[in-house]
């Protein structure tokens, strides 16, 4: 079943020139947001910009949350990911989702209007309570072992 989300289109360009958010096939995880934008903008290399996406959502239940991720093809083909590296949209904002993207490349980038530039996908959340305890109930196999505590290969 389903989830339904409230969307709130901000900018008219969505829904006429730029399509609704969608997925891209039926096994995609990530919904697909675009460059709402009136004109290309360029992304110097190891420079930030803020692209608005022209919508907002209402979540409205405080068990899920919506996760924003590059897209994985900018990231490598052209060295564009999330300035944060990861968004979070908690259950209760209900402002513009505005992408912050980071050219961590070499050359310009150019993003159009429309550009698909991120994902969204939304997942649960499980609150927890903090118990301070001098010892953990149960010792792992692991217990402290760190970074890079298993090796390289």
């Given at each position: 079943?389903?989830?339904?989300i409230e969307?709130?289109?901000?900018?008219?360009?969505?829904?006429?020139t730029?399509?609704?958010?969608s997925?891209?096939?039926?096994?995609?995880?990530?919904?697909d947001?675009?460059?709402?934008?009136?004109?290309s903008?360029?992304i110097?290399p190891?420079?930030?910009?803020?692209?608005?996406?022209?919508?907002?959502i209402?979540?409205?239940?405080?068990s899920?949350m919506?996760?924003i991720?590059p897209?994985?093809?900018?990231?490598?083909?052209?060295?564009?990911?999330?300035?944060?590296?990861?968004?979070?949209?908690?259950?209760?904002?209900?402002?513009?989702?505005?992408?912050?993207?980071?050219?961590?490349?070499?050359i310009?980038f150019?993003?159009?209007?429309?550009?698909?530039i991120?994902?969204?996908?939304?997942v649960?959340?499980?609150?927890?309570?903090?118990?301070t305890?001098?010892?953990?109930?149960?010792k792992?196999?692991?217990?402290?072992?760190?970074?890079g505590h298993?090796?390289i290969?």
């Amino acid at each position: 079943m389903k989830k339904k989300i409230e969307i709130k289109i901000l900018n008219p360009l969505i829904g006429s020139t730029i399509p609704l958010p969608s997925y891209a096939t039926k096994g995609s995880a990530g919904i697909d947001l675009r460059a709402c934008i009136k004109e290309s903008e360029i992304i110097k290399p190891k420079e930030t910009t803020i692209i608005k996406s022209g919508l907002a959502i209402n979540i409205n239940d405080p068990s899920i949350m919506a996760v924003i991720t590059p897209r994985s093809g900018l990231g490598i083909k052209h060295g564009i990911v999330l300035g944060n590296l990861i968004g979070i949209c908690d259950s209760d904002y209900q402002g513009e989702i505005t992408i912050g993207l980071w050219n961590r490349g070499d050359i310009p980038f150019t993003v159009n209007q429309g550009d698909r530039i991120c994902q969204m996908v939304f997942v649960p959340v499980i609150p927890v309570e903090f118990e301070t305890v001098k010892e953990f109930s149960v010792k792992t196999e692991r217990d402290t072992g760190g970074l890079g505590h298993t090796g390289i290969t």
